[in-house]
């Protein structure tokens, strides 16, 4: 159905089907963003190891045509103008090579036209979307769990709807917010957020906000993006910075941190696959347990003796 020559993410039908069993490994459901991710990793690596992209290639060539044709037609002028095309575009591969020349990386198919044309695509070739796939905007908040262990804070709506239809609720007994003021009250709080400066800023927040709480990041951390051998970074050309200052005083941010996001870097935390993202909530689950005992309605159910037959 898809013609890699066709799409800017280079996709085909085998490739969506790999990708798609890859994130529904274990039965996990997946969300679209998750999917868009995914498809562009090949696109936006290339994006992030080039020096200077794709588009300086053209001139680099036409550059090279002219001092030919200049050279052996006997037409210096368009040797010249050759001449001058090459340096210019050697000029620009140093200024970027050097970090003088800031360039975008970006996702290169926007997510609503991925929503349009490749998941709508494929529904009406095959009749159904792909799948394990849940689509943001149709996953409603549930209700929290009446006694929860903890709760689960982040402003990625793609997180929260992953983990609601995962259902973490049940699994962890964990309640799923966006906003602070959504959080239940008195129960540890994790956070999941992109590495970004919006993402430190929102973590740097809630902590604020919620003194006197216990908090727990559960990433995606700055240093955790450089560490990592093949991470999904986008890059913004707006530099921000006074925010930059805001976080070297008020964070435990490193100066290597500080400047990767000052450079205008960033790592979605939604490109996380759903097994991924759980591993992370299931850790900090498990340490929670280990750290205060059973959750409330772990004690509720034994106060009951719904978890005393097992063991007799």
């Known amino acids: 159905m898809f013609e890699p020559k066709e799409n800017p993410l280079a996709l085909h039908d085998v490739k969506v089907r790999r990708l798609t069993a890859k994130l529904a490994e274990d039965n996990h459901w997946y969300t679209t963003t998750q999917l868009w991710y995914a498809a562009a990793r090949k696109t936006n690596k290339a994006a992030n190891s080039g020096t200077a992209g794709c588009g300086i290639v053209v001139p680099i060539i036409i550059g090279v045509v002219l001092i030919i044709v200049g050279v052996t037609g006997d037409t210096p002028g368009l040797a010249v103008a050759g001449a001058v095309l090459l340096v210019i575009c050697a000029a620009i591969i140093a200024l970027r090579v ?13 997510l609503d036209q991925f929503r349009k044309e490749i998941i709508g695509g494929w529904s009406r070739v095959y009749g159904t979307p792909p799948g394990g796939i849940i689509d943001e905007p149709h996953v409603r908040p549930g209700p929290p769990p009446p006694q929860p262990a903890f709760a689960i804070l982040s402003p990625d709506l793609s997180v929260l709807a992953c983990l609601q239809v995962n259902d973490v609720g049940r699994w962890f007994n964990a309640a799923l917010a966006a906003k602070v003021a959504d959080l239940p009250p008195a129960v540890p709080v994790a956070v999941i957020h992109d590495a970004s400066l919006d993402g430190e800023l929102f973590l740097a927040t809630a902590r ?20 990592a051998k093949d991470p999904f970074k986008l890059r913004t050309k707006d530099r921000q910075p006074e925010r930059i200052a805001w976080l070297k005083a008020n964070t435990d941010l490193t100066p290597k941190e500080l400047e990767w996001l000052g450079d205008g870097w960033s790592s979605p935390v939604a490109a996380l696959r759903p097994a991924q993202l759980l591993a992370r909530v299931k850790k900090v689950a498990d340490h929670l347990r280990r750290a205060g005992g059973p959750d409330p309605a772990e004690r509720a159910a034994k106060a009951v003796g719904f978890m005393t037959w097992p063991a007799a």
Not at 103 to 109: E, G, H, L, Q, T
Not at 210 to 218: A, E, H, M, S
Request: hydrophobic fraction near 50%.
């Open 208 to 227: 604020h906000e919620l003194r006197g709480r216990r908090v727990i990041d559960l990433g995606l951390r700055p240093r955790s993006v450089l560490a």
């Open 98 to 110: 050097a970090g003088v020349m800031k360039r975008a990386v970006v996702v290169k198919m926007p």
